[in-house]
């Protein structure tokens, strides 16, 4: 039986080492693990001269990604994010400084951003979900009301509006 895992490959227009060397120097447990460059072979296909960086394999505390500098057909989206659970407002505001540095201000609400190559995260405190998840539906309400008008979550808000202090 072979070994399943599953990679996320991440398209840029020439930006995948910089990329892969932004995000490992954000996240613990991180590295870049291998690069590969285009050769000439099929270069009538892909279009990119022999020893550019093709291919960045990094591993972002256990999640393995391939970030391939593919050309500027494709843009990311917030239709594919990749979320943060943070045990605490430090850890909150260390990825939501670190990755939205440089991102697109418009593309930050509700926890979501959008890092400088277009990337979107959600930067969401694990209090959150809990939150979100308790039986008195008019917490939740109240909870939800205060996320919405948020771009950065903010813990201590949420947890008022949870215990309806707001």
């Not at 590295?31 to 291919?55: F, N, R």
């Not at 109240?142 to 950065?152: G, H, L, P, Y």
Request: aromatic share 12%; proline share 1%.
């Amino acid at each position: 039986m072979s070994l399943n895992k599953i990679t996320t490959c991440l398209w840029f227009d020439g930006q995948a080492e910089e990329a892969a060397t932004f995000y490992t120097s954000i996240f613990a447990n991180s590295k870049i693990t291998s690069i590969q460059h285009y050769t000439d072979a099929g270069q009538e296909i892909h279009g990119h001269k022999a020893g550019k960086v093709m291919i960045v394999e990094f591993n972002l505390n256990g999640h393995y990604f391939v970030a391939l500098n593919g050309g500027p057909e494709f843009k990311f989206n917030e239709a594919i994010s990749f979320q943060i659970d943070c045990a605490n407002q430090e850890e909150v505001d260390y990825y939501w400084d670190k990755l939205g540095d440089g991102g697109d201000e418009k593309r930050k609400v509700c926890g979501w951003l959008a890092d400088k190559y277009g990337v979107a995260w959600q930067v969401v405190p694990t209090a959150l979900k809990e939150m979100l998840s308790d039986k008195d539906m008019e917490k939740v309400k109240r909870t939800t009301v205060a996320m919405m008008t948020m771009k950065k979550m903010d813990i201590a808000g949420l947890r008022k509006a949870f215990e309806g202090k707001t």
